[in-house]
């Protein structure tokens, strides 16, 4: 889904630990940058309904990016950039079955 430039490609790289799996990320990303490049695109469940959700505005307004941040809850993913050793933790992508009443449900 997210291909590296050729020339990013070639910069240099740091190890970040997400759910406990170190990872390989290009240095001076936004987290949220970084997540997206190693193939997470759900970062955790929506507190009403449960649902996915993942990097959206990637600026800060959205809040879609939640993730815990060395030991920090709810930091935006998109507005801290990636530092050599940082600890992400990813909330549960599925905490809650979708309502009934969900118009984007199963059942719709």
Do not use: K, N, Y
Not at 34 to 45: D, H, I
Not at 89 to 102: F, N
Request: aromatic fraction near 4%; glycine fraction near 12%; charged fraction near 15%.
């Amino acid at each position: 889904m997210f291909v590296r430039h050729a020339t990013a490609a070639a910069a240099a790289t740091l190890t970040i630990i997400v759910d406990g799996r170190e990872v390989q990320v290009p240095a001076g990303v936004s987290v949220a940058a970084a997540l997206l490049g190693a193939g997470a695109v759900v970062l955790g469940a929506a507190p009403v309904s449960g649902r996915p959700r993942g990097p959206w505005c990637l600026m800060g307004t959205c809040f879609g990016c939640l993730v815990e941040i060395d030991g920090v809850p709810d930091e935006r993913a998109c507005a801290v950039t990636v530092r050599d050793a940082m600890r992400i933790v990813l909330t549960p992508a599925a905490a809650a079955p979708a309502p009934a009443c969900d118009p984007w449900g199963p059942g719709a």
